[in-house]
């Protein structure tokens, strides 16, 4: 398998796809929190991402699966702001 480099900068357009491919894949990442290696199985997917949307080589399947939990937590942040003195 080809290394990804590091640095590879998500465009709006892949960033988008990551968010159809997984909602649309949702019944199967739920039922592998059943799966002893919930990891490794959620990688597995991801890799069929980026299969499909040729990136292998651009981005690796631990860099995928981040980018996914930086935008759920993205959308948890703004879903519910923070409040403090002063807001």
């Known amino acids: 398998m080809a290394q990804a480099k590091d640095t590879h900068k998500w465009t709006p357009q892949e960033t988008r796809r ?3 491919f997984r ?4 019944n199967e990442f739920l039922k592998s929190k059943m799966i002893a290696s919930l ?3 959620n ?3 991801l ?3 980026l299969e499909e949307m040729g990136m292998e080589g651009k981005v690796t399947r ?7 939990e930086n935008l759920k937590k993205k ?3 703004l879903r519910t702001p923070k409040t ?3 807001d």
Do not use: C, E, N, P
């Not at 631990?62 to 996914?68: E, I």
């Open 84 to 86: 403090g003195v002063g």
């Open 75 to 77: 959308y948890k942040d």
């Open 39 to 41: 990891t490794l199985f």
């Open 18 to 20: 990551l968010i159809h």
């Open 62 to 68: 631990q860099q995928a699966s981040k980018k996914w």
């Open 43 to 45: 990688l597995f997917i």
């Open 23 to 26: 909602a649309t894949r949702d």
């Open 47 to 49: 890799a069929l991402f």
